[in-house]
């Protein structure tokens, strides 16, 4: 719920508003599994989620790359 209320208000930063706007759609699929296993401090709970999550991060830059690529050409 934490994240829902943190995205709302970068939104409404963004907008310049200071009314409500439609709700912010959940965390993905991704962000969930990286918050499950990262402690309280920012550390991952294990070796292997840390790594996990690099990968994680590595393939979504990835992805965003080929996407602006097609898309801007």
């Not at 706007?21 to 991704?30: A, E, G, K, L, Y």
């Not at 499950?36 to 830059?61: F, H, L, P, W």
């Not at 992805?63 to 050409?73: D, E, G």
């Amino acid at each position: 719920m934490r994240m829902m209320e943190e995205k709302l208000k970068k939104q409404m930063e963004i907008a310049g508003v200071e009314e409500v706007p439609s709700p912010p759609s959940p965390p993905s699929r991704h962000e969930k599994w990286k918050m499950a296993r990262t402690k309280a401090g920012g550390q991952m709970t294990s070796e292997k989620s840390m790594m996990i999550a690099k990968r994680i991060v590595s393939y979504n830059d990835d992805v965003a790359i080929i996407y602006c690529n097609l898309y801007y050409k």
